[in-house]
């Protein structure tokens, strides 16, 4: 191989970290971000239809995370001129308190990822993200609060 070639094939992960939306320093993309909310809210709306007596508190969680895509977006258009849209997917919900687990992991991680990138963020995006992120965590205690009443355990 020439020097040439050698040289692009050196530089392709940064090449690649840029078109797939990867950050640096492992902190998550706001795309990243955003899907991961998709994800979340397709799940806490299909718990919703499965426990019909939390279902306005997990409707109201599901509005939550679609409000947190819907910033996730903007910021991210703000930041790269692109705009970013969560691929579509159907949450399938067989057992609900094991889904239940699932959406508090999930809204966790989240909140985790948001952090992350709040961390890695310039100013005035870091307020923003700071905020979001702790909106996450209460969601994700909210969701471990649900799980303990499902076991007749610290419900108050």
């Not at 703000?78 to 239940?100: F, I, K, M, T």
């Not at 687990?101 to 995006?125: D, H, I, K």
């Not at 870091?126 to 303990?148: F, K, N, Q, V």
Request: proline residues 3%; contains cysteine.
């Amino acid at each position: 191989m020439d020097d040439g070639t050698i040289s692009a094939l050196r530089g392709f992960d940064d090449i690649w970290a840029r078109v797939s939306g990867a950050s640096e320093g492992g902190a998550p993309s706001l795309g990243a971000l955003a899907e991961a909310a998709a994800r979340q809210c397709e799940l806490l709306t299909a718990l919703s239809r499965r426990c019909p007596a939390q279902a306005a508190r997990l409707r109201g969680m599901a509005a939550a995370e679609r409000a947190l895509i819907c910033r996730l977006r903007a910021e991210r258009f703000l930041a790269s001129g692109e705009d970013c849209r969560p691929s579509a997917a159907c949450a399938v919900v067989n057992n609900a308190l094991c889904a239940l687990r699932e959406a508090q992991l999930g809204a966790s991680s989240l909140a985790e990822g948001l952090q992350a990138a709040a961390n890695a963020a310039p100013c005035e995006l870091r307020r923003a993200l700071d905020s979001l992120a702790a909106g996450e965590r209460c969601r994700a205690r909210e969701l471990r609060e649900l799980i303990l009443c499902c076991f007749g355990a610290n419900c108050s």
